[in-house]
């Protein structure tokens, strides 16, 4: 049985958007809303992390190096600059799908294993991911045009 | 001659006039005249968004006076003090009468030619390297609507750049979010009238004895009538409206949510919900019953500071009453979770099914006179005729009627607010910033901040105002504007009533209207369609109307059934004005159908803690098909909050006697004398920790500025202070003293509103500067020499060199 494999593949992530949220919100405080939103959305992501924790109790969690890894890959901020802002804003987008996709294969598994209380973690957990995707995407197609053509 | 009608200084709402149930509002006819006018001019008064008709007295080509207009809907003859006495501002020596263009760093007078070739040089090179992205736009809760249409035109067919907003920003985005998340639409569902009838007002957040006098009066006449109303205030401080109250409910600063679930959960737990209501008329109820299922009065009392059996007294009267009016405002809009806590406001009345008929409405109040006009043009950022810029269909009416392509109409997300258009003009990427009417470096948080950004080097500022104000100072181009009385134009107050205000005199000097500037620029830029055609038709007021009305046809707010003749006739007509109501609207929504379907709706909706906008996609799953949506919020604590540093409440408010920054109302000698400066009002028991009495001189210190102001004792809470926001330096530069040089740079996530109405700051007695600990000194000067820098300061600052000196006493003002 993976579950373990991918319930710590979560939590890592999950511990991996917290880092990338507070960091944007630290250095980003100029930009009053995504400061105060990264704030609130990593406050989100730790709530999703203790939920894990009786689930990695119940299943065992394999740590993974791979959110490591992935960090490393999606996020290279933070950076200064209305461009480098609309990097940030990419790189914590990827992150979330990442961890979007962690719920999604969890609550898979969570159905086959009739696991009601698993399920119920990847549903509410998953919802609030969205809705941190749902911010930044918002944010990043009003940021773009500036930044890409105005901002020097 | 002098006359007066009554001495509206001292009897602000002046003498009652009840009625009994059934009986229209009695008229009384409010006049002050400097001397017999020659003739009279019908005007409406624009100093609230109370907007109160009235005509105006000319002799000699100056305003002599005004009197209120007894046919008149919305004040039936009354007016308040601010109406009586602030039109002598238009006589003021000191009006800005030439064009001003800054060389070798001075402000000097320019003809319009020079002034407006210069401006459309910059736009031009400025589009040429940074396409018009690097424009923008901040216009003013002061100008007509023909004025902000054509402006919304200009910017969004013309330059083509979204940013452009109003300081209506400031004062009124959470009604227009709050109306358009719940119904679909902006456009308030009650009306006036129904203050008349109701049997219960709540006002919340919403000190309404101040800010809309005459209003004020009708419930006061409702008050002495035979059938009383029940008032519910919800408020920090003990204000003039609170006085009146059943019951006050005096809640920490930034807890309207949770004070608003504990009355739902009351009224659910009342078992009075309109069950039927709910089912045939509204989705997202079930969500909402299970949020506020934990608002207990107990543990709102926990979050709220509230007394547990307050709220249960005021429960009980919302769970019972036959009929309800609320009305809502910067308590509410400029507060933590402003539009989530306006929302539930509107779900209270529809949990009760209290809405669409006499007596129940709900007014998402304005504060300013004209901002129901931006939201309505566009000159706020939003879509003219409340079109959704999320919907491709609308997108395409407006290039159809504009005749340009639609990928000219930027839309590709929602407009950039005002808050955004100061952040890229700090970071340079807004080059040239237009800003009318209004006075940023007053009204805006963080003034320090503020004044940093206007004296950029690489930013053009362009001020187009009738003074030298605070803002104008940092400009680069100075144009001299008309204003109201000089000018003619048409304005919708809250009521959703349309009122015209005629040209009596001619401005002073080469003054002109916002209106001719506009089309001078759109001239001189030489817009047009994709015929080749001037893409802005029209050459004066009544031309504009006319094609604002084709801009409307078939909207929630359609004027096509309206004329300027119309509109002289006697009264204000509420919108929509067509064929099928020839005669206006008086409420909305009786047929209890809401403009919420996927095809109509003017948005698609927000997340209320992030502002990720729903998309169309989401949206059309679960298309309301015109039920109105209850949407449910959780409290969440404000952003910052008093620890050990900073460990008071700082809130900010408005006077009776003056409206926005006194640009006008500084300059009434009667308005002047009543409120002549800031102050700090503190609560008895914080005035003993800290050893204040009664006019002391207190400095005030947040972690963004300072202030220093004289102590007034009394009706507040311990652990809050108040101080009015009006005051900034054009008359008293010798002392740091705007508000907004404590108030934070937050924002609502949903209508981008500012939060005033919070931030954590301290106190200490300011006497000998020997005490002042060290550093603050510097800080002082340095926010002193902020105020006084870019063009010459006033000849007043030497004089008060030796530290602040108190004018006169200032009256209490609730
Ligand atoms: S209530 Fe408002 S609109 Fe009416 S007179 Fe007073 S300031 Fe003017």
Redesign the interface.
Known sequence: MHVGNYLGLARGSEQRLVDALTKVAEHHG????IS??CQ??ASWSRKHIEHLKPLVEKYGEDKSPEPANLETALFHGPRTG?LALMRDLHDVWLLTQQVQLCWTVLEQAAQGLRDDELERVCQECGKETK??T??F??RI??A????L???? | MKRQSRDSINDIWGERSPHGPEQPWPVRVDEALSDDPERWVRGTCVLCSNGCGLDIGVKAGKIVGVRGLATDVTNRGRLGPKGLHGWVANDSPDRLTKPLIRRDGQLQEASWDEAMDLIVQKSKQIIEQHTSLGLGFYTSGQLFLEEYYTLGVLGKAGLGTPHMDGNTRLCTATAAAALKETFGSDGQPGSYEDLDVTDCVMHVGHNIASQQTVLWSRILDRLASPNPPKVIVIDPRRTFTAEHATVHLVPRVGTNVAVLNGLMHLIIQAGTVDKGFLDAHTVGYETLKQTVEKYTPEYVEQLSGVPAAELRRAGEILAHTRTLVSTVLQGVYQSMQATAAAVQVNNLHLIRGLIGKPGSGILQMNGQPTAQNTRETGADGDLPGFRNWGNPEHIQQLAKLWNVPVNKIPHWSPPTHAMQIWRYAEQGSIKLLWIQATNPAVSMPDLGRIRRILQQEDLFVVVQDAFMTETARYADVVLPAAIWGEKTGTFTNVSRTVHISCKAIEPPGEARSDLDIFLDYARRMDFRDQDGQPLIKWHDSESAFEAWKECTRGRPCDYTGLTYEKLLAGSGIPWPVNEQHPDGTVRLYTDFVFPTSADYAETYGQDFDTGAAVTAEEYKANDPKGKAMIKAADHREPHEVPDDEYPLWLTTGRQVYHFHTRTKTGRSKELQDAAPDAFVQLSPEDAERYGIENDDWILVESRRGLVIERALIGNIEPGLVFIPWHYGSWDDPSRPRAANELTITEWDPVSKQPHFKYAAVRISKYDAKAAMPQGLLGRAVEAVQGLVSGEAAPATVGSKAQGPQPKTTQRVDG
Do not use: N, V
Request: charged share 25%.
């Open positions: 100029d930009e009053p809303d105060e939103t609130l959305l209305s809705r941190q749902a911010f995407l918002t197609k009003q773009a045009p500036q930044a053509i105005a901002a020097s």
